[in-house]
């Protein structure tokens, strides 16, 4: 069983940095893809970054050139620097881990954390 704990989280305005952390229980952190979602009230998870083991990183265009994410395989944590935040990345976001070694796709990912509440003020 893997464990994914967030933090980061929080309120900032407009134009300002956040950059949220995903602890990973479990030794299989290293051969694992790892995501970041964002879920709006009402609508279904929505990808927000994901990196494979190898370090491949996919992004949607939405945020692409603003967020960046990366990996610490010797920390077992993952991180989502956010950038130029904007009010309508205002979202739960959530940390997500998946048994094989890509993934973009929220199907395909297996454990998921809790979520961190991120509001970007105007």
């Known amino acids: 069983q893997v464990q994914l704990v967030e933090s980061g989280g929080g309120l900032v305005q407009a134009g300002g940095s956040l950059r949220l952390s995903c602890a990973a229980s479990?030794?299989?952190?290293?051969?694992?893809?790892m995501g970041w979602f964002r879920q709006y009230p009402g609508k279904e998870r929505e990808l927000v970054a994901a990196i494979s083991s190898g370090g491949s990183t996919v992004y949607p265009n939405s945020v692409k050139g603003r967020f960046t994410i990366s990996r610490d395989n010797a920390q077992n944590t993952v991180y989502l620097q956010m950038n130029s935040l904007k009010p309508e990345d205002t979202a739960v976001y959530y940390c997500a881990a998946s048994r094989g070694s890509y993934a973009y796709r929220a199907p395909s990912f297996d454990y998921w954390g809790q979520g961190t509440q991120v509001t970007v003020s105007s």
């Open positions: 479990g030794r299989t952190f290293g051969s694992s893809a």
